[in-house]
């Protein structure tokens, strides 16, 4: 418990008051885009494209869950699902402009808007999107009654978990202006425990909802698979290598190729080929691979 003098406290003789205020400089990297209330700060409509599904995203992994699904979908033939996908800076405050705003009132990418409908669906929250897509073009959600809620579970799983690696475990590990050890590592035994979590299930599973991929693992992937393979440059510290059917699972997913095209849609850093700020047809994606290829 926090020492109520505030001697052992961090920062030392800090105590909490009893009427919390913002304090605008604290939050570290994120203080200029944080705040404790909600709206629109700036007046900018949308963009609209000439397909039906507008995404509004940023390459994070929760952006890369629609896109890598976009692109299965268009790789399994499903011509429907072909779409634009405007750059959203969250760094820079886009998510505050108004059209974003009206989109999706969290102010929190990504944010999808249909207009195959009148008026156009909007759709927020990653997990949200992932199961409208799939129900709307009958793909990556299981048929059966008993593995769809398998994969239902999973995805809720993931957006439950999720928060407790990025906000908690990548906030204080990579992104928090000071170390602080307590946080550290109550949040590295989260991860560390789902990451188990993962590695048991797969180790008697080929994809989180049984036999078949879905929106299950297409929501995980972004996520864990990054933990594993460097994201918050941690998979040292959080020694992956314990984690071999989790790895397995990782690999594969991988491996696909709507998962490399997906996956660099609304990036905008990294390696060559890994970029590619806007997405608006099938060249765009193709132009940003061949640079890699050309490297």
């Known amino acids: 418990m926090a020492d109520e003098d505030g001697a052992n406290n961090l920062p030392a003789g800090y105590v909490p008051p009893a009427v919390w205020t913002w304090d605008r400089s604290n939050g570290g990297q994120f203080a200029s885009i944080n705040r404790p209330v909600s709206g629109a ?15 509004y995203s940023l390459g994070t992994p929760n952006g890369q869950k629609v896109t890598i699904l976009l692109e299965e979908l268009l790789a399994a033939g499903h011509a429907g699902a072909e779409y634009d996908a405007w750059l959203i800076e969250i760094g820079k405050g886009d998510q505050f402009g108004s059209g974003f705003v009206a989109l999706n009132p969290n102010s929190k990418i990504p944010a999808l808007a249909d207009h195959a409908t009148t008026p156009p669906t909007r759709v927020f929250e990653s997990g949200s999107i992932l199961l409208y897509l ?26 439950g978990s ?3 690696v990025g ?36 180790a008697e599973h080929s994809y989180l909802a049984g ?10 992937w972004p996520w864990y698979g990054g933990l594993l393979t460097g994201t918050y440059g941690a998979s040292t510290f959080l020694s992956a290598g314990d984690y071999p059917d989790l790895q397995r699972w990782a690999d ?16 905008i850093m990294g390696e060559p080929g890994s970029i590619l700020r806007e997405r608006h047809e099938a060249a765009d994606i193709d132009a940003a691979l061949a640079a890699t290829a050309n490297q």
Not at 41 to 55: C, E, S, V, Y
Not at 211 to 220: E, F, L, Q
């Open 41 to 55: 700060t700036h007046d900018a409509p949308l963009p609209i494209g000439r397909h039906p599904l507008q995404l």
């Open 134 to 159: 799939a129900e709307k073009f009958g793909a990556f959600l299981p048929a059966d009654p008993a593995a769809r809620v398998q994969a239902i579970n999973w995805l809720m799983w993931q957006m």
């Open 162 to 164: 999720a928060p407790f």
């Open 167 to 202: 906000g908690g475990f990548g906030h204080f590990y990579a992104y928090a202006p000071i170390k602080i050890q307590y946080a550290i590592d109550r949040y590295a035994m989260e991860a560390k425990r789902q990451l188990h979590v993962l590695d048991t299930h797969l």
């Open 211 to 220: 036999d078949d991929y879905s929106i299950a693992d297409i929501a995980v």
């Open 252 to 267: 594969r997913i991988a491996a696909r190729e709507p998962v490399r095209r997906g996956r660099i849609v609304n990036r």
